[in-house]
């Protein structure tokens, strides 16, 4: 089945800098990629999600970006803000499951 | 629209019994799927169920189990339960199947303690 790998596992950041989260999957089936934040005592959120047709996505200030050939994705966080705080899991699909990352948890320091 | 319900959303069991879960999707959404959730090992699939069959499963004891009833409801059990079977357990629901459709819509959960 689907292996997925998280890095790093805790991420501290001044605000306003850049925070990136790296993931590595095993299955080369795999073709969805979301990214899920779960703030403290919340329920996860998906935040972001690319296709496997597509290197890029962006919205606002997040992005993800994919390499098939590597089989690694990475979300990256531009300017980030106190709010951004949480706990950030990727997951990948190959259509007949999703699995999902250990998480990283991000701190983002006033 | 009501988001996912699950219930209950705390107990605390001894070593031994069972113990049963219940979610309720979106209307509508047809697929729910399982999660257990520990610290430093982030979200763990359980099961999906879509249509009233379980259409995958991840690398659980059989003493993790669950059902689907003709309305969405879903339910999961554990028997005999270990104490490192404490955690928070999620469910989502989907459209379709998770896998397919894309964004999970995640209840709050069900934490369980196993003294």
């Known amino acids: 089945g689907e292996n997925v790998e998280q890095h790093p596992s805790t991420l501290s950041v001044q605000e306003g800098d850049s925070a990136v989260i790296k993931c590595t999957y095993s299955?080369?089936?795999?073709?969805?990629f979301p990214w899920y934040k779960q703030e403290l005592g919340k329920r996860p959120q998906l935040i972001i999600d690319?296709?496997?047709?597509?290197g890029e996505k962006k919205d606002q200030r997040i992005a993800v970006t994919l390499n098939k050939t590597a089989k690694h994705f990475s979300l990256h966080i531009t300017e980030t803000q106190p709010e951004d705080s949480a706990v950030y899991f990727c997951?990948?699909?190959?259509?007949?499951?999703?699995?999902f990352g250990a998480g990283t948890r991000l701190t983002v320091k006033p | 629209k009501a988001g996912v319900t699950q219930t209950p959303r705390y107990l605390i069991k001894t070593r031994g019994q069972q113990v049963t879960l219940s979610c309720s999707p979106i209307?509508?959404?047809?697929?729910v799927s399982w999660y257990q959730q520990t610290p430093g090992q982030g979200l763990q699939f359980l099961f999906e169920?879509?249509?009233?069959?379980?259409?995958n499963k991840g690398n659980f004891p059989g003493r993790f189990s669950g059902r689907q009833f003709s309305n969405s409801r879903s339910e999961m059990n554990v028997s005999t339960l270990e104490l490192g079977d404490s955690a928070l357990y999620l469910c989502?629901?989907?459209?379709?199947?998770?896998?397919?459709?894309?964004?999970?819509?995640f209840g709050e959960g069900s934490r369980l303690t196993v003294l």
């Open positions: 209307s509508g959404h047809r697929s």
């Open positions: 299955d080369s089936a795999s073709n969805y």
């Open positions: 690319i296709r496997s047709n597509v």
């Open positions: 169920y879509f249509s009233e069959t379980q259409r």
């Open positions: 989502a629901s989907s459209l379709g199947l998770g896998s397919l459709t894309g964004e999970l819509f």
């Open positions: 997951a990948a699909s190959n259509n007949n499951d999703m699995r």
